[in-house]
């Protein structure tokens, strides 16, 4: 199982952490990874870019993906957000011929071209469809029983379903809380799990961007969660960072960690919380550390 590894920019910035729990994640998990393949890669966009300029956006991502064709492995990305614009591209090129065409025009220059075949799919899709929810339980040597996550899947991996692939794989809407079951914690259901974490107002409301860090992360709390679990860097970085700031904002104080998804696989397959950077966050891991197991 070798993939092509697409890991965005939040991980190989503000978000490091992510990119080492990944990398040892895979590791014990068997799936290869390429690393050099997609050096050149550039931001998918974010979907910010896709609203004032859809084509330069579709541009980019074209390439991005005529480089994992170049390499002959599909592609794996760590981030929601790089995965529902992927996939949202992906859509547009593939079914529109001319609209390829005249984009593999401009990548011509740089000698590529995107022929269609490349299906860029999140690392919890993998997990979920390749490996299974059984298998991956077979694996997990520190049991994560008596704890409770509550999921945030983030807006990209969950919409437009259409372009998410969800009629042919129907297990990709509760793929998360599968994972998390499979690793022995509880699942914490509340509403605002598949909401938008309030990243993309950040800079231009940020009162409002608050707001809704507050609302899921204190739901979350409310309904015995001990950690928020997210496959989204760009969530995380809201929800993580932001979350003192949005206590303030509040009145209240939050104290919530939020995980990576990585990093919860990680601590239940036995790796040392310090080489996936758990002592990273901005709210503390310390007092959840200090109820999972130190040994296997």
């Known amino acids: 199982m070798k993939y092509a590894l697409y890991p965005g920019c939040v991980s190989r910035g503000a978000c490091r952490e992510l990119y080492a729990a990944t990398i040892e994640v895979c590791r014990r998990l068997g799936i290869e990874l390429e690393l050099d393949i997609m050096s050149s890669a550039s931001c998918t966009g974010a979907g910010v870019l896709q609203e004032k300029n859809q084509r330069l956006g579709d541009t980019l991502n ?7 064709e170049r390499g002959g492995l599909p592609l794996m990305t760590i981030c929601s957000t790089c995965q529902g614009v992927m996939s949202q591209a992906n859509e547009r090129l593939t079914s529109d011929g001319e609209y390829l065409e005249s984009i593999n025009a401009d990548l011509a220059e740089e000698g590529l071209a995107y022929r269609g075949t ?6 919890l899709w993998i997990i979920a469809e390749d490996i299974g929810v059984g298998r991956l339980r077979s694996m997990v040597v520190r049991p994560l029983t008596g704890f409770k996550f509550a999921p945030f899947y983030g807006c990209y991996i969950v919409r437009p379903r259409s372009a998410l692939g969800f009629g042919e794989y129907p297990e990709r809407e509760d793929s998360l809380e599968s994972v998390i079951e499979a690793v022995g914690a509880e699942v914490v259901d509340y509403p605002g799990k598949t909401l938008c974490c309030g990243f993309p107002i950040l800079t231009i409301n940020q009162e409002n961007s608050l707001k809704m860090v507050a609302n899921h992360t204190l739901d979350a709390k409310g309904r015995g969660a001990d950690a928020m679990v997210t496959p989204c860097p760009l969530c995380h970085l809201n929800l993580d960072g932001y979350q ?6 509040a009145g209240r104080p939050i104290g919530l ?12 397959l036995g790796i040392d919380p310090r080489a996936m950077k758990l002592n990273k ?8 550390l200090s109820q999972v197991a130190v040994t296997p």
Request: aromatic residues 2%.
């Open 244 to 249: 003192p700031n949005a206590a303030s904002a």
């Open 62 to 68: 074209a390439r991005n993906f005529a480089l994992a």
């Open 281 to 288: 966050h901005i709210v503390s891991t310390k007092r959840l």
């Open 118 to 123: 490349i299906d860029p799919r999140h690392l």
């Open 257 to 268: 960690p939020v995980l990576h998804l990585p990093q919860m696989l990680g601590l239940a």
